[in-house]
T-cell receptor, first 111, second 114 residues
Framework: GQQLNQSPQSMFIQEGEDVSMNCTSSSIFNTWLWYKQDPGEGPVLLIALYKAGELTSNGRLTAQFGITRKDSFLNISASIPSDVGIYFCAGRDTGRRALTFGSGTRLQVQP | NAGVTQTPKFQVLKTGQSMTLQCAQD?????MSWYRQDPGMGLRLIHY???????DQGEVPNGYNVSRSTTEDFPLRLLSAAPSQTSVYFC?????????????FGPGTRLTVL
């Protein structure tokens, strides 16, 4: 079946630092999504990507659809305490309708 | 709009007990789905529905039943709970199956099976 490897599993950073995380898949995807999950809540969509090489920003967040179509990256610039949470990638390949989710990156920000 | 609501928020069951996890949405979305979230794993699709009266299996359907009698509600039933079903369950909805990229998730139900 589909496999998504998301790394790192967790990060502990100082406020103001930049953060990078990524996902790689075992197959070619035509959609990459990035979600954030706050404690006790459901995931919320941050950024959606639909084209190889696409670079999309949402405030301090920037995500890229890898040119190989097997990976995606999320960067957070100048982190703040409210960035704390779990960030998930998700993707869909051309032959499936269902999304495959990564295992998440847990981000902690020290004020 | 309340969005997607789930009840209960927490539940503890004994092995073999049955229960229903409730999910409702007030956005007139056609597509609804149930996921489970386990430590160290991504969300996995259990069942989904593309509209009232239509349901289908996802990636991990065994041990779960669903029905969709109305557009608003999509309950998930555990007929005989097992410890392996200890997990956090999320319901989600979107305008259609084609728009699952913009699906809205409920706050989750944390289930423990002893």
């Amino acid at each position: 079946g589909q496999q998504l490897n998301q790394s790192p599993q967790s990060m502990f950073i100082q406020e103001g630092e930049d953060v990078s995380m990524n996902c790689t898949s075992s197959s070619i995807f035509n959609t990459w999504l990035w979600y954030k999950q706050d404690p006790g809540e459901g995931p919320v969509l941050l950024i959606a990507l639909y084209k190889a090489g696409e670079l999309t920003s949402n405030g301090r967040l920037t995500a890229q659809f890898g040119i190989t179509r097997k990976d995606s990256f999320l960067n957070i610039s100048a982190s703040i305490p409210s960035d704390v949470g779990i960030y998930f990638c998700a993707g869909r390949d051309t032959g499936r309708r269902a999304l495959t989710f990564g295992s998440g990156t847990r981000l902690q920000v020290q004020p | 709009n309340a969005g997607v609501t789930q009840t209960p928020k927490f539940q503890v069951l004994k092995t073999g007990q049955s229960m229903t996890l409730q999910c409702a949405q007030d956005m007139n979305h056609e597509y609804m789905s149930w996921y489970r979230q386990d430590p160290g794993m991504g969300l996995r699709l259990i069942h989904y529905s593309v509209g009232a009266g239509i349901t289908d299996q996802g990636e991990v359907p065994n041990g779960y039943n669903v029905s969709r009698s109305t557009t608003e509600d999509f309950p998930l039933r555990l007929l005989s709970a097992a410890p392996s079903q200890t997990s956090v369950y999320f319901c989600a909805s979107s305008y259609s199956q084609a728009s699952t990229d913009t699906q809205y998730f409920g706050p989750g139900t944390r289930l423990t099976v002893l």
